[in-house]
């Protein structure tokens, strides 16, 4: 079965840094792309992030360009989001979700349960 | 990628009813499109794939049609359980930009 589970979140000051983690299992982990995806409060679904299965590619929305780094561990089976200069636009919950090949663009076949970041002061 | 329009934003049938709910993308995108189901508190589910596909233990119920820019999420014989937003998402390019859902009520 395969389970994506995030951790990582919480209530982060504006400006300051976080950094999730989606630990993978029940899958080949190193075979798939992986993507964050997130959700603020009563709002739709955002794509915020994508890195194909040996990290050649990786792919940013322009919300998060420049201040959010996606990476992963494919020895440790985990999915990374380094965010960095944090906004209150930021606040949203936080979804690792699983492609369903290697690396090109494609749809999401798994979904974690989220983790729930919070920018305020 | 520009945005991708679903319509209506929302829509109420009866049990048993059929509702259609569309999917407009920006750009032609071939049949490359999926159809997700929320359902409140919970994590998006994949409904559809590829414009058409069902997903592994999808009722046939559900069924999704189109091609280049318009696209078409039909759910039949509406249970109680189908009451949830339904969102559309191209992926031909990278830069995902999903619809901002349809949500789905029964009378």
């Known amino acids: 079965e395969v389970q994506l589970v995030e951790s990582g979140g919480g209530l982060v000051q504006p400006g300051r840094s976080l950094k999730l983690s989606c630990l993978a299992s029940g899958f080949t982990f190193s075979n798939y792309g992986m993507n964050w995806i997130r959700q603020a409060p009563g709002k739709g679904l955002e794509w915020v992030a994508s890195?194909?299965?040996?990290?050649?590619?990786?792919y940013y929305a322009d919300t998060v360009k420049g201040r959010f780094t996606i990476s992963r561990d494919n020895a440790k089976n985990t999915l990374y989001l380094q965010m960095t200069s944090l906004r209150s636009e930021d606040t949203a919950l936080y979804y690792c979700a699983r492609s369903n090949n290697y690396g090109s663009p494609n749809w999401f076949a798994y979904w974690g349960q989220g983790t729930l970041v919070t920018v305020s002061s | 990628t520009g945005e991708t329009t679903q319509s209506p934003a929302s829509l109420s049938f009866s049990l048993g009813e059929t509702a259609t709910m569309t999917c407009r993308a920006s750009d032609s995108v071939g049949s490359y499109l999926a159809w997700y189901q929320q359902k409140t508190g919970q994590v998006p589910r994949l409904l559809i794939h590829?414009?058409?596909t069902r997903a592994s233990g999808v009722p046939a119920r559900f069924s999704g049609s189109g091609s280049g820019t318009d696209f078409t999420l039909t759910v039949s014989s509406l249970e109680s359980e189908d009451v949830a937003i339904y969102y559309c998402q191209p992926y031909k390019n990278w830069s995902f930009t999903f619809g901002s859902g349809t949500k789905l009520e029964i009378k």
């Open positions: 890195i194909s299965s040996s990290s050649s590619y990786i």
């Open positions: 590829t414009a058409s």
